[in-house]
Nanobody
């Protein structure tokens, strides 16, 4: 059974950096893990995914210059730099069996962590 628990979200100012963590258990080498986000009143948005074995990462094109996804044995990370007000959202980590930016291909989800970017 896969379990995912996010942490690290908080209130930051524009231009700040923040690293989110997701404690992971139950993943296998065939899994992919990703980050999604949902801003108030907006649809869920893909951020990035990574192959748990390969470490190969794929990003939403508009975020790849500021965000970095990584993992170690039991945690998934999202390093976010040069944060903007429009990055305000609940950030979710997710795990699935396919390399995809589409949320419905992910079987397991964390509860989310709030990131607020405000001056």
């Amino acid at each position: 059974q896969v379990q995912l628990v996010e942490s690290g979200g908080k209130l930051v100012q524009p231009g700040d950096s923040l690293r989110l963590s997701c404690a992971v258990s139950g993943l296998t080498d065939s899994n992919y893990a990703g980050w999604f986000r949902q801003a108030p009143g907006k649809d869920q948005e893909f951020v990035a995914y990574i192959g748990w074995l390969s470490g190969h990462a794929y990003y939403e094109d508009s975020l790849k210059d500021r965000f970095t996804i990584s993992r170690d044995n039991d945690k998934l990370y999202l390093q976010m730099n040069s944060l903007k007000i429009e990055d305000t959202a609940v950030y979710f980590c997710a795990a699935g069996r396919y390399a995809s930016p589409i949320a419905r291909y992910y079987d397991d989800w964390g509860q989310g962590t709030q990131v607020t970017v405000s001056s």
